[in-house]
């Protein structure tokens, strides 16, 4: 036995199932499938008879040699830590409070978004028909016999001399009306710790489900490859034959291989994306990726926007700004995702269904980031960041806050210098996993049940080129085109290469739980629900001049675009018309006291043979992609823009 564990009093092994190394739980044998497990934490005859059958169902598939059913408590976590310390998972950073780096298998380092997929009986419930010879980009799909195929190939077995760890969650606070239980069985400490920061995990949960509410059933396992040869036993995965499965129908994800991020922390894109999507349509609402922040303006008039932004264009940056502008306050509800929905008096409401941040770590620094700098450096767990040797964390971005002398090892474990190594120090997928209630500007009704009113809808990517700072749409239909013609530079949290400017309708690209066509018209059906509907824009913090430099500062000078967001709800007339929308008027951009000189009129210039090639561009994904499934209001709003762009001087 482990030494920390005799030191620790004895609960591990004397106390029968609180992480007891034993098989004498008077458990085992209770259910015929469990038999000969040892059930290390908890009590399954605790487990609601859904809950229990989904595990016994699992268990006879995956074939653990023990089961640990999770109780969020701290003790718990304190142990499951220790435990991937001893297996090399992670390292402590003695530096901080409570702070861990974990390593992955630099082949299991990001979303793969091609090996994902949702199986329903008809390929048109999850993707528009595409053009002939043309290959879809909205999603997978798989049918559910292929589905059946693929869990059975890879889970088989999956688990053996594995502990497997049944997880309760709660996307939402527990209270919430809107809020949503999973149970994640997974084979990953690692992932255990991580969702008891990005969700709400643990007894309550379980006691919320005695009553046999449903559940979304998540299985997950890191796998083991077919050779059967585990190259780095500090981060097990099977990337060859990484899989990530969601059936919409039964509210179920299976996902096999990676121990990383989306693809292993189901409650985020798996289940409040992708599942959520479609439980949304079905309810009546929507499922999001997008931030909500509440801003304050100097009249201590507050309001909150969410704002969808493709992956690692600046959600939580925007999130935790600190604004530039004089007192203007920013507080954050939620950095990835939100919940909405419209109230009885037509107030489209929102919550955050997560607990915390999983943030990009590259570019977070005390300039850019302060607030994520303020959160981070305790109960943090980071990955593929590099360390140095006092114990701390390194990135790119944090040059000017490393004492000088120190050294620094890069993602990978190997040694790295400044200004000499020519590789990332830190993975530019790198993360830090933090609890978002550490957050110092966290909004006082961030966990309110009822969620937050939402005033504002802001779309937005990066784009280099021709896409002014801010934009407004003339009407709901109008919003609803820009948010499906949404289009930005590749990233690094995925697995495509380069910075090619990709359609990411919505920000949701990679997150869609069904059909895109009929996900637009569910967003146009929204505008029957309210008399009150946000005002929808788009913002680019990413225009790049003719010397190839940012126009726009970004970072806390985005409160100025916020300000003329806030004046534009106030139905201040500080706009003007153009043919893609509405424009700040001159001079009516907040730009004082701003450091150094902006090119207003190269950030808000309008090119024509841009405008024209865009729209072009829209019309042809559209016909390609969404084919006969795109809605005749969206048809009809794209042939008004390119109308009104036509008619540009
Ligand atoms: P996901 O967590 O992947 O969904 O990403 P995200 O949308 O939360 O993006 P995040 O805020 O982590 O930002 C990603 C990158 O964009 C970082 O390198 C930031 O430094 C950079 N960034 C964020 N805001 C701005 C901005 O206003 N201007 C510029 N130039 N860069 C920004
Ligand atoms: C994103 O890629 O949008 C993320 C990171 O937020 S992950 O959880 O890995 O999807
Ligand atoms: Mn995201």
């Known amino acids: 036995m482990p030494e920390f564990i005799e030191k620790k009093s004895g609960i591990f092994s004397t106390e029968v199932g609180r992480f007891a190394k034993q098989a004498s739980h008077p458990n085992v044998g209770l259910f015929n499938h469990l038999k000969g497990i040892s059930v290390i934490n908890g009590d399954l005859k605790s487990l609601s008879p859904k809950v229990r059958a989904y595990v016994e169902e699992n268990v006879d598939l995956c074939k653990p040699e023990k089961i640990h059913i999770c109780d969020g408590t701290e003790q718990e976590n304190n142990h499951l830590l220790n435990l991937m310390q001893q297996h090399g998972t992670i390292v402590p950073l003695p530096k901080y409070q409570n702070c861990w780096l974990a390593r992955t298998n630099p082949a299991d380092t990001a979303r793969v978004e091609s090996k994902t997929f949702i199986s329903t009986e008809k390929r048109a419930e999850t993707i528009p028909t595409t053009k002939e010879g043309i290959k879809g980009t909205l999603g997978n799909w798989i049918s559910p016999r292929d589905m059946d195929v693929a869990i059975k190939d890879r889970f088989t077995g999956c688990m053996k001399g594995r502990t497997m760890y049944i997880v309760p969650f709660s996307m939402g606070p527990v209270s919430s009306p809107l809020a949503k239980i999973g149970i994640q069985l997974t084979d990953s400490a690692y992932v255990v710790v991580s969702m008891r920061v990005m969700t709400r995990m643990g007894q309550a949960v379980l006691n919320k489900l005695a009553d046999g509410t449903d559940f979304v059933k998540c299985l997950h396992s890191v796998g083991i490859p077919a050779s059967g040869f585990v190259e780095m036993a500090s981060w097990p995965c099977d990337p060859e034959r990484t899989i990530i499965l969601h059936r919409p129908q039964n509210n179920e994800i299976v996902s ?48 909150y926007i969410a704002a969808a932004f493709p992956s690692a264009c600046g959600k939580t940056n925007l999130a935790m700004m600190t604004p530039s502008l004089p007192d203007y306050k920013i507080e954050c509800v939620g950095d990835d995702i939100a919940w909405m929905r419209f109230d009885n008096n037509g ?40 360390s140095t040797s006092d114990g701390g ?31 990332p120090a830190a993975h530019p997928n790198s993360r830090f996993c933090t609890p978002a209630k550490q957050c110092p500007i966290i909004d006082p009704q961030w966990e309110a049940p009822e969620g937050v009113p939402i005033s504002a809808i802001l779309f937005g ?11 407004e749409a003339r009407d709901w239909k ?42 637009l018209e569910h967003w146009l059906s929204m505008e029957k629900k309210s008399t009150n509907l946000p005002k929808i824009f ?21 409160s100025r675009v916020l300000d003329w967001i806030l004046r534009r709800l106030d139905n201040e007339e500080c706009a003007r018309d153009t043919a893609i929308g509405l ?51 969206i048809d009809q709003e794209l042939k008004k823009l390119k109308k009104r762009v036509n008619d540009m001087d």
């Not at 490393?402 to 590789?423: C, Q, Y």
């Not at 000189?597 to 950030?603: A, D, R, Y």
């Open 583 to 633: 424009i700040p008027k001159a001079e009516s951009l907040n730009l004082e006291g701003l450091e150094g000189k902006v090119n207003v009129e190269e950030l808000f210039n309008l090119p024509k043979t841009f405008w024209m090639e865009e729209a072009y561009a829209i019309e042809k994904y559209f016909n390609e992609q969404v084919g006969m499934d795109l809605p005749l209001i």
């Open 478 to 519: 109008h919003g609803v085109l820009i948010g499906a013609g949404m289009r930005s530079e590749a990233t690094a949290a995925a697995e495509h290469k380069g910075k090619v400017i990709m359609h990411d309708p919505f920000a949701m690209r990679p997150f869609f739980g069904y059909n895109f066509g009929d996900y």
């Open 256 to 303: 096999y291989g990676s121990g990383y991020g989306g693809n292993s922390l189901l409650g985020k894109k798996c289940f409040a994306l992708r599942i959520g999507s479609t439980i949304a349509k079905r309810e009546g609402w929507l499922a999001e990726h997008m931030l909500i922040l509440g801003v304050t303006n100097p009249a201590g008039k507050k309001r």
């Open 538 to 558: 788009h913002v680019n913090w990413f225009r790049k001049g003719s010397d190839g430099k940012f126009l726009w500062p970004g970072f806390g000078e985005n």
């Open 347 to 386: 107030q489209l409401r929102a919550i955050n269904p997560e607990n915390g941040f999983f943030g990009v770590a590259p570019g977070t620094s005390n300039s850019s980031n302060p607030i994520a700098m303020k959160t981070i450096f305790k109960n943090t767990i980071f990955t593929n960041v590099a």
């Open 393 to 423: 964390v390194f990135w790119e971005g944090m040059e000017d806050e490393v004492d000088d002398g120190v050294k620094i090892t890069d993602w990978r474990g190997k040694p790295w210098v400044k200004g000499e190594s020519n590789t």
């Open 461 to 471: 990517g990066r784009r280099p080129t021709g896409v002014p700072l801010v934009y």
